[in-house]
């Protein structure tokens, strides 16, 4: 499984940004997908996923704010992130489960700044 994300940059607080996730393989079948981040100086940490089945989990720090979602036709999952906050900047990984094993696109960067 391959994971190829983009979408990240910079941006003012208050703005929006959605981040894409393309999968090299159907996304129907993997346990779990979703989004972390990992921001200087701290460990990664999940920001949203999606439960094959079982529903949505979101970080507290961003309940309301972002919203994940994926589109099977397109085996893409995106990450809609409104009203971004200072303390939103970070590398966002996209990440899926699958068969039992992690896998983890390349990062894209996101940056809210004034």
């Known amino acids: 499984v391959q994971l190829q994300a983009s979408g990240g940059g910079l941006v003012q607080p208050g703005e929006s940004l959605r981040l894409s996730c393309a999968a090299s393989?159907?996304?129907?079948?993997?346990?779990?997908m979703g989004w972390y981040r990992q921001a200087p100086g701290k460990q990664r940490e999940l920001v949203a996923h999606i439960i094959n089945g079982g529903g949505t989990n979101y970080a507290d720090s961003v309940k309301g704010r972002f919203t994940v979602s994926s589109d099977n036709a397109k085996n893409m999952v995106y990450l809609q992130m409104n009203s971004l906050k200072p303390e939103d900047t970070a590398v966002y990984y996209c990440?899926?489960?699958?068969?039992?094993?992690?896998?983890w696109g390349q990062g894209t960067q996101v940056t809210v700044s004034s």
């Open positions: 393989v159907a996304i129907f079948s993997f346990n779990v």
């Open positions: 990440h899926v489960l699958h068969l039992l094993h992690n896998y």
